[in-house]
């Protein structure tokens, strides 16, 4: 390999990275703004949770089939398709008027970071390889580290100074700068022979299953676990629609096993390389990762509320607090390249879980109505040195073994598993957050003989509708009643954060069953004299 085509696989990296940072960028700045956003548009804290869930939704629902097109019809070119498909979703996103509007462009940013994720994991899979590939993997990590921390500043700045509408329009001149960079130094790569039909029936069912099952957690708390008091609009019965849509996700997920299988023993692409599941790493890897993201990302719903809703920080307030978490993953992700190849990756991705665990231990022990950022901050930075550690030492034990011809379904798979956590992290955190907040509210306000039981029952759903933001409010009104409400908000923040380490801790248990393993297939170098037939190639 000549130093001029190494020089152009690390500057592809750069590009590489920085379209999966907008991914990044984007949700961070989003977590900032999201009290601007409840302002503004007066939506309730269940669309709060949607303009979070429809992109994350779409984004996990669609991987599979976004990493098995990648493969079949080029790495590079989906990149770029979902690069595009982004910004124009951020201009649609930024120009909004309504919840709806936000949403449905949160829905198309979600199929355009379906398509960049798994076609940038593949990308960096197919490109580099043994010790290159893991300081690859660290960049990677470690650019997205650095994004989270540019994410909360810059949507906190533009948030305050300007609009929320701006965190959402500073994704279209990223988008230019990636399909400059990704044209000029990122090669066209796929899967040689690989059959051009994919599995139609396989990516539907795994769109139901996702689709009802995160539904499901979220509106549970709005439309009753089993009855309901406030059905939907569409649903006629008196049992809640919330078991039907979990009854779903059950029936779809069997459904989607079985009919893989079937394909596979016929010799017919599936969405999932259900062959893959017989290497141990990429097995047991997938289970933790699955596990430890359920609680790795979750907390970013409430941390931010709290901090503008009880505390009274504005935005770019919280985005300096939110950057402790940022910094810690970033010091982390460049200790994990540069000790990657000294220290089991296994290991470092255990000191990294019980690293977070100890972070949201911290926070959750430091939250109170009168606390400061002096006293939030350091376990904010321990729980992201945490995430650092473990984000790209984990991406690679899963991969480590998988062949590169089939690198797009194992990226895709691995990626699924990465963001089907979060997906279900925020719902169930978000669920125990707000239904904690109504419950603590509720039982403090019945202390306060002088306030109607009508009155109580107004202000509860004030504050929850509001997602907090109505806690300022209630000051002028009942200052009881909002010392009550940021009690009670700071509880649920600490109950949601606790739930989120105890994720952590199941996933840390997974990870001990990826100790010893070695690999299992044999994996070609790229750029070898005689590739192995089917292996990713230039094109």
Do not use: C
Not at 57 to 77: H, Q, Y
Not at 453 to 478: F, H
């Amino acid at each position: 390999m000549t130093e001029q085509s190494s020089r152009r696989r690390w500057l592809g990296l750069v590009f590489i990275s920085i379209a999966v940072a907008l991914i990044i960028v984007d949700s961070t700045i989003v977590n900032v703004a999201i009290p601007s956003i409840v302002d503004d548009l007066e939506i309730s804290s269940t669309r709060v949770q949607w303009v979070q869930e429809t992109y994350t939704l779409v984004f996990a629902a669609l991987l599979l089939v976004f990493g098995t097109l990648a493969d079949r019809f080029g790495r590079r070119r989906l990149l770029l398709i979902g690069v595009v498909i982004f910004s124009l979703a951020s201009v649609l996103a930024a120009l909004s008027t309504s919840g709806e509007l936000l949403i449905g462009s949160r829905l198309l940013q979600g199929l355009g970071g379906a398509m960049i994720l798994p076609s940038s994991l593949s990308i960096i899979n197919a490109t580099f390889r043994d010790r290159e590939r893991a300081i690859a993997f660290a960049i990677w990590g470690s650019t997205i580290g650095g994004m989270a921390a540019v994410g909360p500043l810059l949507g906190g700045w533009l948030t305050t100074y300007y609009s929320w509408h701006w965190a959402f329009g500073i994704n279209v001149p990223l988008g230019v700068i990636i399909v400059i960079g990704v044209f000029a130094f990122v090669q066209e790569s796929r899967e040689e022979g690989a059959p051009r039909r994919i599995d139609v029936v396989g990516a539907l069912l795994s769109v139901v299953l996702f689709g009802s099952l995160v539904f499901g957690l979220i509106e549970g708390r709005t439309y009753g676990w089993w009855f309901s008091d406030s059905p939907p609009s569409f649903w006629t019965l008196d049992v809640s629609p919330i078991p039907f849509a979990f009854t779903l996700a059950i029936a779809a997920g069997v459904a989607f096993v079985l009919w893989g299988l079937h394909r596979e023993r016929a010799g017919r692409s599936t969405m999932l390389a259900f062959g893959l599941f017989s290497i141990p790493s990429f097995r047991n890897g997938n289970i933790a990762a699955l596990v430890v993201s359920l609680g790795e990302f979750g907390i970013i719903l409430s941390l931010p509320l709290w901090l503008q809703n009880v505390l009274g920080y504005d935005a770019l307030q919280t985005g300096f607090v939110i950057l402790a978490l940022a910094i810690g993953s970033f010091v982390a992700s460049g200790f994990a390249g540069a000790f990657g190849n000294r220290i089991s990756p296994v290991t470092i991705v255990r000191v990294g879980i019980l690293a977070e665990i100890v972070g949201l231990l911290a926070v959750g022990l430091s939250l109170s109505t009168g606390a400061s950022w002096l006293q939030v901050v350091p376990g904010l930075f321990v729980y992201g040195f945490g995430v650092g550690l473990a984000t790209a030492q984990l991406t690679s034990v899963i991969l480590k073994d998988v062949p590169i011809s089939e690198s797009g379904q194992g990226s895709g798979t691995q990626s699924t598993s990465r963001q089907v956590g979060p997906a279900l992290g925020i719902a169930i955190l978000g669920t125990i957050l707000f239904t904690s907040l109504g419950t603590g509210l509720q039982a403090r306000l019945e202390d306060q003989a002088s306030i109607p039981a009508d009155v109580r029952t107004q202000i509860v759903d004030a504050v929850v509708d509001s997602a907090g933001s109505a806690i300022p409010g209630l000051e002028a009104k009942s200052p009881d009643a909002a010392t009550d409400a940021r009690e009670a908000f700071t509880d649920a923040t600490r109950y949601a954060t606790f739930s989120a380490a105890g994720f952590l801790a199941l996933g840390f248990l997974a990870t001990l069953r990826l100790h010893g393993e070695r690999p299992r297939r044999e994996d070609p170098s790229p750029g070898a004299a005689s590739p192995t037939p089917g292996a990713a190639t230039p094109v």
